[in-house]
C-alpha cells in the first residue's frame, strides 16, 4: 500500500519510489535483473555501488532523502539512481 501511495505521489518528487520503498536489497536487485538485467551487471561489477545502494536502502527515509540529492548532483550517477527509483515501484513483486 504503501508503495502505491509512492507512486502515486511520483510526480511530486521523482524519488519519492526509492526513498519510500519498503524493498530490501535483494528485491531490488532482482527486480532490476529482471526489468535491465545490463544496468543489473554494472552494478554487480561495482562494489562501491553495492555498498552505498546497501546503506541507502538501510537508512530512514529522511536520510535516503540527503543521499538521494547527493546521487542526483552527481552526473555520472544520475542514471543508475534513474534506474534504481523505477524499480522501486515494483520491487515488492520480487
Known amino acids: 500500500m504503501a508503495l502505491t501511495a509512492a507512486a502515486g505521489i ?3 518528487d521523482p524519488a519519492d519510489a526509492i526513498i519510500n520503498t519498503t524493498c530490501n536489497y535483494g528485491q531490488v536487485m532482482a ?8 544496468a543489473a551487471q554494472q552494478l554487480n561489477s561495482s562494489p562501491v555501488a553495492q555498498s552505498y545502494i546497501r546503506n541507502f ?3 530512514p527515509p529522511p536520510k535516503r532523502q540527503q ?7 552527481m ?5 543508475y539512481f534513474a ?3 523505477e524499480v522501486a515501484v ?4 520480487y
Open 31 to 38: 527486480a532490476l535483473n529482471a526489468t535491465d538485467p545490463a
Open 57 to 59: 536502502l538501510a537508512a
Open 10 to 12: 511520483a510526480s511530486a
Open 90 to 93: 515494483t520491487c515488492n513483486n
Open 75 to 79: 552526473p555520472s550517477a544520475q542514471k
Open 67 to 73: 543521499m538521494a540529492q547527493q546521487i542526483q548532483a
Open 83 to 85: 534506474t534504481i527509483n
